[in-house]
């Protein structure tokens, strides 16, 4: 037999790609949502214009990510999908939810624009959680003792935290004013946050994880790790001192926060795919054990190879489109 | 008690049922917004932009919420479908790959730019962005027709150990349902977002709007609806001849047809009887269905009695069909009244302008129809001969599953009610204030009026021009 690993390395690299970024994208776009103040809609006039030109395509990414899992990786697909049942259908209504808060308040009277924010806020937060949630569930093998519950609630709560953190990073690229420093001052304490959920997850994951306390502490292996809590603490601090001074002389350096975050998001998402490759579902399925049949793969890795490059082509071009700060958003 | 697998299909059927409503709207309306810019560039004419801006709106709202809808059905299939994913996951995996792929990002991407990006690039640009939308509503609707007629009529594959490889992907894609299928849905959606444009426009014309905008747009969906209607009945003629000739038990059980016979009749109306297997108070036009059928009127028809315990449900796919049927020729009756007066008499009758108002959503009610004919009718198998739906089910307990599926209901149904009022409202604001660009106040000569000269609507005419 022809020898495929490479195909299922590659879909499980993609797959990982696209769930990275789906997090950075729609992380921001899900962490402003969050933030919306109850008192002000002028603020939230702005945040939502900020993110208007965008959030569909980001939420593609995780269409795309569970459509590799689901085409390349069918059986850790089911397996997911079935064990997540309750926290995924959360998921999913509080994403119908914001999608259609955006467009429905737009359009529609003073009083119901209210309830509608209400909705998009409450729609973000759900979802956030139920993503840190799973992903808590996930990573500890779907376990239902206390422990564990325990562990996804804290995933929960650090994963909202991130995604909050990186909005409010988002924001005080995009916007300026009195909502850039609001911004800036959301995203210290976020960033704090954010910075004792990650740590408290990477200090209990290899205590109730014997095989991810293994791979960390072999040396002399983990001394090539050593770099992932080094940068990571780094990354932390310095965005702290930058926000701490928000917002600087003709806004020199508005971007470097949000650039902080996405490294921050990188480097904590290049600890966890260490922790677990080459499983696809932690402890019971590896990439090669879940994937299907080959010619599909090869099938759809043609697809993939002539269109991917072409889809971050676009999307660097809309991103060019709506450069600089968000400008007031006017339908048409 | 109802068990996993009846809730987990009636769960199926609502999301797919709710989710397919607005993609029915938008693959043609995005169309509809080409046309409109396009003629803007030809003619110079604002009206263009603004019968533009007041859809393109309608349009965003419905695009968010089958955006939304649609993301449910990717995890759909691993949640309460895992034996679809184990039998066939090897051919449906790819088809949604590249649907991902090939559509979603490209009209996901381009989305943005049409909807927020007119100030800050060319309005050339602009219109190519709005294409680029369209091109990419209209390849989603390819896959995943593509994949669903796989599932109805299944080529290009072998079976190992009961699950199914690819061989032909050539065979697989371009399965003998497909083309009828495609040119089926897309003409529906034609049609829906057609009745959906006539029918709110004329709402605004019956709420005293005298603005050039809505009786431009309702003249434009009155034309495509009349070229649409016979079309229909033309594509749908040829995908029944497929049917008949791939699925005989599903066009037994839309004409009621229990024991194989020749010259069958038409029955206008029945109430099939599945336990004495026969029909009560039939209504039957001698020998016609064997004449649309095979085009003979002693053509042989198979009955249900041939395909025992193998056939579907009869009563939902007769009266689905009829019900399809009969709004088909409601479209057809009115889209030509309508091209009628206007060649007459340059103008819509109050009367006309109100059975479009009623006809709004007729388009979603014969979809309906139409997809409940089709997809019960593949029943018992979720791929036809290779897969009982019965047997693809999930394991999670029946409480998992009504609670998700009340959730989804009562989402549904608020938003369903938001969606529509949104619309009205939209309209019935659009009839106060006429919303003109600095820019296009500028640009605009005085050869175009910004209101229709009241011979043009000398029977609508009732308020005066608001601005």
Same mark, same amino acid.
Request: aromatic share 14%; net charge neutral; with cysteine.
């Given at each position: 037999?022809?020898?495929?690993?490479?195909?299922?390395? *590659?879909?499980?690299?993609?797959?990982?790609?696209?769930?990275?970024?789906?997090?950075?994208?729609?992380?921001?776009?899900?962490?402003? !949502?969050?933030?919306?103040?109850?008192?002000?809609?002028?603020?939230?006039?702005?945040?939502?214009?900020?993110? !208007?030109? *965008?959030?569909?395509?980001?939420?593609?990414?995780?269409?795309?990510?569970?459509?590799?899992?689901?085409?390349? *990786?069918?059986?850790?697909?089911?397996?997911?999908?079935?064990?997540?049942?309750?926290?995924?259908?959360?998921?999913?209504?509080?994403?119908?939810?914001?999608?259609?808060?955006?467009?429905?308040?737009?359009?529609?009277?003073?009083?119901?624009?209210?309830?509608?924010?209400?909705?998009?806020?409450?729609?973000?937060?759900?979802?956030?959680? +139920?993503? !840190?949630?799973?992903?808590?569930?996930?990573?500890?093998? *779907?376990?239902?003792?206390?422990?564990?519950?325990?562990?996804?609630?804290?995933?929960?709560?650090?994963?909202?935290?991130?995604?909050?953190?990186?909005?409010?990073?988002?924001?005080?690229?995009?916007?300026?004013?009195?909502?850039?420093?609001?911004?800036?001052?959301?995203?210290?304490?976020?960033?704090?946050?954010?910075?004792?959920?990650?740590?408290?997850?990477?200090?209990?994951?290899?205590?109730?994880?014997?095989?991810?306390?293994?791979?960390?502490?072999?040396?002399?292996?983990?001394?090539?790790?050593?770099?992932?809590?080094?940068?990571?603490?780094?990354?932390?601090?310095?965005?702290?001192?930058?926000?701490?001074?928000?917002?600087?002389?003709?806004?020199?350096?508005?971007?470097?926060?949000?650039?902080?975050?996405?490294?921050?998001?990188?480097?904590?998402?290049?600890?966890?795919?260490?922790?677990?490759?080459?499983?696809?579902?932690?402890?019971?399925?590896?990439?090669?054990?879940?994937?299907? +049949?080959?010619?599909?793969?090869?099938?759809?890795?043609?697809?993939?190879?002539?269109?991917?490059?072409?889809?971050?082509?676009?999307?660097?071009?809309?991103?060019?489109?709506?450069?600089?700060?968000?400008?007031?958003?006017?339908?048409? | 008690?109802?068990?996993?697998?009846? @809730?987990?299909?009636?769960?199926?059927?609502?999301?797919?049922?709710?989710?397919?409503? =607005?993609?029915?709207?938008?693959?043609?309306?995005?169309?509809?917004?080409?046309?409109?810019?396009?003629?803007?560039?030809?003619? #110079?004419?604002?009206?263009?932009?603004?019968?533009? $801006? =007041?859809?393109?709106?309608?349009?965003?709202?419905?695009?968010?919420?089958?955006?939304?809808?649609?993301?449910?059905?990717?995890? %759909?299939?691993?949640?309460?479908?895992?034996?679809?994913?184990?039998?066939?996951?090897?051919?449906?995996?790819?088809?949604?790959?590249?649907?991902?792929?090939?559509?979603?990002?490209?009209?996901?991407?381009?989305? #943005?730019?049409?909807?927020?990006?007119?100030?800050?690039?060319?309005?050339?640009?602009?219109?190519?962005?709005?294409?680029?939308?369209?091109?990419?509503?209209?390849? /989603?609707?390819?896959?995943?027709?593509?994949?669903?007629?796989?599932? %109805?009529?299944?080529?290009?594959?072998?079976?190992?150990?009961?699950?199914?490889?690819?061989?032909?992907?050539?065979?697989?894609?371009?399965?003998?349902?497909?083309?009828?299928?495609?040119?089926?849905?897309?003409?529906?959606?034609?049609?829906?977002?057609?009745?959906?444009?006539?029918?709110?426009?004329?709402? $605004?014309?019956?709420?005293?709007?005298?603005? $050039?905008?809505?009786?431009?747009?309702?003249?434009?969906?009155?034309?495509?609806?009349?070229?649409?209607?016979?079309?229909?009945?033309?594509?749908?003629?040829?995908?029944? @001849?497929?049917?008949?000739?791939?699925?005989? %038990?599903?066009?037994?059980?839309?004409?009621?047809?229990?024991?194989?016979?020749?010259?069958?009749?038409?029955?206008?109306?029945?109430?099939?009887?599945?336990?004495?297997?026969?029909?009560?108070?039939?209504?039957?036009?001698?020998?016609?269905?064997?004449?649309?059928?095979?085009?003979?009127?002693?053509?042989?028809?198979?009955?249900?009695?041939? =395909?025992?315990?193998?056939?579907?449900?009869?009563?939902?796919?007769?009266?689905?069909?009829?019900?399809?049927?009969?709004?088909?020729?409601?479209?057809? @009756?009115?889209?030509?009244?309508?091209?009628? %007066?206007?060649?007459?008499?340059?103008?819509?009758?109050?009367?006309?302008?109100?059975?479009?108002?009623?006809?709004? =959503?007729?388009?979603?009610?014969?979809?309906?129809?139409?997809?409940?004919?089709?997809?019960? #009718?593949?029943?018992?198998?979720?791929?036809? #001969?290779?897969?009982?739906?019965?047997?693809?089910?999930?394991?999670?307990?029946?409480?998992?599953?009504?609670?998700?599926?009340?959730?989804?209901?009562?989402?549904?149904?608020?938003?369903?009610?938001?969606?529509?009022?949104?619309?009205?409202?939209?309209?019935? $604001?659009?009839?106060?204030?006429?919303?003109? /660009?600095?820019?296009?106040?500028?640009?605009?000569?005085?050869?175009?009026?910004?209101?229709?000269?009241?011979?043009?609507?000398?029977? @609508?005419?009732?308020?005066?021009?608001?601005?």
């Amino acid at each position: 037999m022809m020898d495929t690993t490479w195909l299922h390395v *590659f879909f499980g690299g993609l797959m990982a790609l696209a769930i990275l970024i789906y997090a950075i994208l729609d992380g921001y776009d899900l962490g402003v !949502g969050i933030l919306m103040p109850r008192g002000n809609i002028q603020q939230r006039d702005q945040m939502i214009a900020s993110i !208007g030109p *965008f959030w569909d395509a980001n939420e593609t990414w995780l269409v795309l990510a569970v459509g590799i899992l689901l085409i390349a *990786f069918p059986d850790a697909y089911n397996l997911v999908l079935k064990e997540l049942y309750l926290p995924a259908t959360i998921l999913l209504i509080g994403l119908i939810m914001r999608g259609v808060a955006f467009d429905f308040r737009a359009k529609v009277s003073l009083d119901n624009k209210n309830t509608w924010d209400n909705i998009f806020k409450i729609g973000s937060l759900v979802s956030a959680l +139920a993503q !840190g949630y799973m992903l808590g569930q996930y990573v500890i093998g *779907f376990d239902s003792s206390w422990t564990s519950q325990g562990f996804s609630v804290l995933s929960a709560i650090c994963v909202a935290a991130a995604y909050s953190y990186i909005g409010a990073a988002w924001l005080v690229m995009k916007t300026e004013g009195e909502l850039q420093k609001q911004a800036a001052s959301w995203a210290r304490r976020c960033g704090w946050v954010t910075f004792l959920g990650v740590a408290s997850v990477s200090i209990v994951n290899p205590i109730i994880n014997p095989s991810v306390f293994q791979k960390w502490f072999d040396f002399p292996t983990a001394l090539l790790l050593f770099h992932i809590p080094l940068i990571s603490i780094a990354l932390f601090v310095t965005n702290d001192q930058i926000l701490k001074r928000i917002p600087l002389e003709k806004d020199f350096g508005c971007w470097i926060p949000f650039l902080g975050v996405v490294g921050i998001f990188f480097i904590c998402f290049q600890g966890l795919a260490y922790s677990f490759y080459p499983y696809v579902v932690p402890g019971k399925l590896t990439m090669m054990e879940a994937a299907s +049949a080959t010619e599909s793969l090869e099938f759809i890795f043609i697809g993939t190879a002539i269109v991917v490059p072409i889809i971050l082509c676009y999307t660097a071009l809309s991103y060019r489109v709506f450069w600089g700060k968000a400008t007031e958003l006017k339908y048409y | 008690m109802i068990d996993t697998l009846m @809730l987990s299909r009636i769960q199926f059927a609502a999301n797919i049922s709710f989710h397919i409503l =607005f993609p029915m709207i938008t693959i043609a309306m995005c169309w509809f917004l080409v046309y409109f810019k396009i003629r803007l560039h030809t003619s #110079g004419d604002p009206v263009w932009m603004r019968a533009y $801006r =007041f859809w393109v709106k309608v349009f965003a709202l419905t695009f968010a919420i089958g955006v939304v809808s649609g993301i449910t059905m990717s995890f %759909q299939f691993g949640t309460n479908w895992p034996g679809y994913m184990e039998t066939v996951g090897n051919i449906a995996g790819p088809l949604l790959g590249y649907e991902v792929l090939t559509a979603f990002f490209l009209e996901a991407t381009f989305l #943005g730019i049409m909807l927020f990006g007119m100030d800050r690039i060319s309005p050339r640009l602009h219109t190519f962005a709005t294409m680029i939308v369209a091109l990419g509503t209209t390849t /989603s609707a390819f896959w995943i027709l593509a994949l669903n007629s796989w599932m %109805q009529t299944p080529s290009g594959f072998e079976m190992r150990d009961g699950v199914a490889f690819p061989v032909d992907w050539m065979e697989i894609i371009f399965n003998p349902s497909l083309p009828y299928r495609f040119a089926h849905t897309l003409i529906a959606s034609g049609l829906t977002a057609s009745f959906l444009i006539c029918g709110l426009s004329a709402y $605004r014309i019956l709420k005293g709007d005298s603005k $050039r905008a809505p009786l431009l747009t309702l003249k434009t969906a009155i034309c495509v609806a009349a070229i649409l209607t016979p079309l229909q009945v033309f594509v749908g003629d040829l995908h029944g @001849l497929n049917t008949l000739e791939h699925q005989p %038990q599903k066009i037994a059980a839309m004409e009621g047809v229990w024991e194989t016979q020749k010259g069958a009749p038409l029955l206008l109306f029945a109430l099939p009887d599945e336990k004495t297997r026969s029909n009560h108070f039939e209504i039957p036009v001698p020998k016609l269905a064997s004449l649309i059928l095979t085009h003979d009127s002693e053509g042989e028809i198979k009955g249900l009695n041939e =395909f025992k315990n193998e056939h579907p449900p009869v009563a939902p796919l007769f009266f689905g069909f009829r019900i399809m049927v009969g709004i088909g020729m409601l479209m057809l @009756l009115l889209s030509w009244t309508g091209v009628w %007066q206007l060649i007459r008499r340059k103008s819509v009758n109050t009367l006309t302008l109100k059975a479009f108002l009623v006809m709004t =959503f007729s388009g979603w009610i014969a979809t309906l129809a139409g997809w409940y004919v089709t997809e019960i #009718g593949r029943q018992p198998y979720l791929v036809s #001969g290779i897969l009982r739906t019965s047997d693809a089910v999930t394991t999670v307990p029946a409480s998992s599953v009504t609670i998700s599926l009340t959730l989804y209901l009562l989402v549904y149904t608020g938003l369903l009610i938001a969606y529509l009022h949104t619309l009205f409202l939209m309209a019935r $604001r659009a009839v106060e204030i006429e919303e003109i /660009s600095p820019q296009e106040q500028h640009n605009s000569t005085s050869n175009f009026p910004l209101h229709s000269s009241p011979m043009n609507l000398s029977p @609508l005419l009732a308020k005066e021009p608001t601005s």
